[in-house]
């Protein structure tokens, strides 16, 4: 009864896409390469562009698309390239025996616990009250209107934080060239000392063993 | 009539609940940061279809701002994942037990 209300175009989009995004998902999680995995998360968000247009957010799509899809899982894979592929994560042991079991088990909990949510009443709150969606093609100037009049604290903050983890992405990849020597110097003279220096991500000298 | 948000939601609890089970069960830091992305990505779409039943656009500017913050956290991320790599080859999560007393 619910199915006739709906036309087949929209049902056979959202089945296609909901179904391409729940394989890669699952891909994601079960494939052993994670060059395989990287591929399969393109294809889940890929699939979650669609649903975007689908639901009339094409500016998010586009983001989407060429944020997610385009710049992070690029991004990984650069990672996966630089490091090598990693295939000890393969069916071996878990530290913790009872870790796969228990994953499971929360998993299905969090899923219950989301459809108890959602069958009250969870849609509680007022409708449009930062702008409304009107009309078919409005919805970038709604979106942009908003995020340059109500959000733009957040907004400028957002560019602040990009800031931040540009910074922090640069002093963490830099090569300690320059404070390997002062170090060996260093470390006959105070062998215990410096905890403050140690402290730090990647000149820990115990860590190399 | 389009597809009731729903469904939509419905998708996106399966596809989070895919995510925790990927952060709980793979040990490959890569892949577990892959997982916080599908996490993301069904919070997302949990945004989008609030935002379109009610007609607000409050929904998909949060998006907006995930999308931002996504893009910062894999940036950091990654590059700590490169620096602990740096340091030990051949590294799954349950090697990193340097903090273990």
Known sequence: MMLATIT???????????????????????????????????????????????EQAQFLAAVQVMVYAGAIVVLFLFVIMLLGVDHSDSGARDAIRWQRPVAFVSAVLILLEVSVLARTRW????????????????????????????YLAPFEATSALLIIAVVGAVVLSR?????????ETERPESVGGSGAEEATLGSTPEVRS | MSVPGSWYLILAAVLFSIGVVGILTRRNVLVMFMCVELML???????????????????????FFVLVVAAAEVVVGLGLIVAIFR???????????????
Do not use: C, W, Y
Not at chain 1, 137 to 148: C, D, I, M, Q, T
């Open chain 2, 87 to 101: 340091r030990k080859a051949n590294v799954t999560a349950d090697d990193l037990d340097i903090l273990k007393g």
């Open chain 1, 123 to 150: 849609a509680t709150g007022a409708h449009s009250t930062t702008a409304k969606l009107t009309g078919s093609g409005a919805h970038v100037s709604e979106l942009a209107r908003s995020v340059f009049t109500t």
């Open chain 1, 175 to 183: 090569t300690s060239r320059n404070r390997s020597p002062v170090r």
């Open chain 1, 8 to 54: 087949t175009p929209d049902l056979i989009v959202f089945v296609v896409s909901g179904a391409a995004a729940l394989v890669g998902a699952l891909g994601v999680i079960t494939l052993r390469n994670p060059v395989h995995a990287a591929l399969m998360l393109v294809m889940t968000l890929f699939s979650i562009a669609v649903l975007f247009v689908e």
């Open chain 2, 41 to 63: 990505n069904a919070v997302n779409l949990t945004f989008v279809t609030f935002s379109r039943m009610l007609n607000d656009v409050a929904g998909q500017v949060a998006v």
